[in-house]
């Protein structure tokens, strides 16, 4: 028995025991209606400091129509906007020095104190936003249910992703009560997704929703999406899609960092992904959406769009929205170009670096077979490798 389902089992059994709940998982799982634009951090944070009110009306106005936004808690219990809550982790560092922050801001911290050690007041005192020039950006972190009040019943938006920060599991039961009592006054329950990085609190969370009585459903587990995160192991043992049908997680957000090799990985596990998600929606009838997390190049939104994701969170709002658009109206459309690479050295840097894809960024690996170097070659030592080219081309 892994360690994984022990941890997981734990929780349940004592989360269980504190009252009755119902962890039975629907018998179908929707496909969303549309593909989905997803803003990251908060709407358009190239257009307004991330997490803020105004990236998401700058967000909506480049046409998102799902959004992703960071949740944290302080120490008297408000949920607030915010990415990283904790000062001195790694991921806090590094994009409050620039890093990892491609956005119009990059946060700052002017103190060590972890969110949930200060109370809201003081959190928007010693946490703030700075421009790339290292300003101070005069913008205010609003709760969530400020941001709610004034965004979540917008027609606009099919999806609300709400990426829970805080991963104490005592703290699902606070967490989701705190936002579905809200979101069950707006009318907004069934746009709303949990997402948490952490294996454990997204069982606690989908513990705590089956107590309120809800699709347990709603929360799923986020994969890479840490910048700070490094995947060891093979790609052909990660099953995101099969841990999602076995836990029943509606999304299945995943960022680039869950392959050890790039984007060469990322393209074939994402290709092993979608086909699984077709197989257990014919025979399970569940649908798992695959969310590809923090992509701005257009080269790669495109190959992800035609490969068959149902959806990317990125800063390129605008961008993924007129691709989508264009698609929609019958535009553009996919298209498909293969070329077949010549029989190669096992250690050519095509065969052992990033493949298909040093053809150019919307190229992919399609097949990989042996075959001979030469006329004599008996054990067909070297690789060949077919390529696929998937992008947009004009319909007109």
Request: charged residues 20%.
């Amino acid at each position: 028995m892994s360690t994984r389902f022990l941890l997981r089992s734990t929780v349940l059994s004592f989360l269980a025991s504190t009252s009755a709940q119902s962890l039975q998982c629907p018998a179908t799982l929707p496909k969303p209606n549309s593909f989905l634009v997803i803003g990251g951090g908060g709407g358009d944070a190239e257009a307004a400091c991330e997490n803020t009110l105004a990236a998401t009306e700058a967000g909506l106005r480049a046409g998102i129509n799902a959004v992703e936004v960071d949740v944290s808690l302080s120490k008297d219990q408000v949920l607030f906007l915010w990415k990283h809550p904790n000062p001195l982790d790694a991921a806090s560092v590094a994009r409050s020095q620039g890093l990892f922050a491609s956005g119009m801001c990059r946060p700052r911290f002017n103190t060590i104190s972890r969110a949930r050690d200060l109370v809201f007041n003081n959190v928007r005192k010693v946490y703030d936003y700075v421009n790339q020039d290292g300003w101070r950006v005069d913008v205010e972190i609003p709760t969530l249910e400020d941001w709610m009040d004034k965004f979540a019943m917008n027609a606009s938006l099919e999806r609300i992703y709400i990426n829970l920060r805080d991963t104490e599991v005592g703290l699902s039961d606070l967490l989701v009560n705190s936002i579905f009592e809200k979101a069950s006054k707006l009318g907004v329950s069934s746009k709303v997704r949990l997402l948490s990085a952490d294996f454990s609190m997204t069982g606690a969370l989908q513990s705590s929703l089956g107590r309120r009585g809800l699709d347990i459903s709603i929360a799923s587990r986020s994969f890479g999406e840490d910048i700070a995160a490094v995947r060891l192991g093979s790609d052909d043992n990660f099953n995101a899609v099969g841990e999602a049908n076995d836990e029943c997680y509606d999304s299945v957000p995943l960022a680039e960092t869950i392959s050890g090799f790039g984007w060469r990985g990322y393209q074939y596990i994402i290709k092993r992904m979608v086909t699984k998600r077709n197989d257990l929606q014919s025979s399970d009838g569940r649908y798992h959406s695959i969310i590809s997390v923090n992509f701005d190049s257009v080269e790669k939104i495109s190959w992800l769009m035609c490969a068959g994701v149902d959806g990317i969170v990125t800063n390129k709002v605008s961008l993924l929205s007129n691709l989508n658009l264009r698609r929609v109206l019958g535009l553009v459309q996919c298209c498909t170009e293969e070329r077949e690479l010549p029989c190669l050295q096992p250690l050519d840097i095509r065969v052992t670096g990033q493949g298909c894809s040093t053809l150019g960024i919307n190229w992919g690996d399609e097949e990989i077979n042996r075959c001979p170097l030469f006329d004599l070659d008996l054990f067909s030592s070297g690789v060949k490798l077919k390529c696929a080219k998937r992008s947009f081309c004009s319909t007109l």
